[in-house]
């Protein structure tokens, strides 16, 4: 929280609901034997392979918002679990591309089944997912997902408080 606010910053309630989320659905997945990081690489690329894509790592990775190192390690542990496969791009060979198989596409059905019904006991206070104030609420979402962030400069004037 910062001084002088009389309850917490909207960052603190941003990250606090990230990570209700993220435990959430840690715990739900887990029967499947998937983490919440695993679900999102799982669904993501469920979701892109039924609009016809083929992705890369590296797309994989810009769609779902995660650094492409950590992709990496995310799809070759559920590539060893079988539920995805690495294959070289054939127009790129530094590239990889990613396709659920078969066994991947029935546990992201089942994991997408249990993350939806997740979704709307979270959305119940704001109306459920349809309702006015859930619309407008994914639409501040997506304005703060937009917005860009420039971590300030250590030692700038304007981290220790002073005026330029």
Known sequence: MSKGSPGPTPGFLVWRLA???RVAVDR?????GLTHAQ???I??????QRAGERPSQRRLADHIGLEA???????????????????????????????LTEQGQAVTRQAITVVQHMQRQLLEPLGGLDAPRTRAFT???????????NPSV???DTTQGRAP
């Open 19 to 21: 990570n209700k989320w």
């Open 69 to 99: 190192l950590y992709v990496s390690k995310l799809a070759r542990a559920v590539e060893s679990a079988g539920l995805i496969e690495r294959t070289r791009d054939p127009r790129d060979p530094r590239a990889v591309q990613l396709s």
């Open 139 to 149: 639409d501040e979402l997506r304005t703060l997902l937009d917005a860009t962030l």
């Open 28 to 32: 739900a997945v887990a029967p499947l």
């Open 39 to 41: 679900y999102s690489l």
């Open 154 to 156: 250590p030692n700038d």
């Open 43 to 48: 669904a993501s690329l469920y979701g892109m």
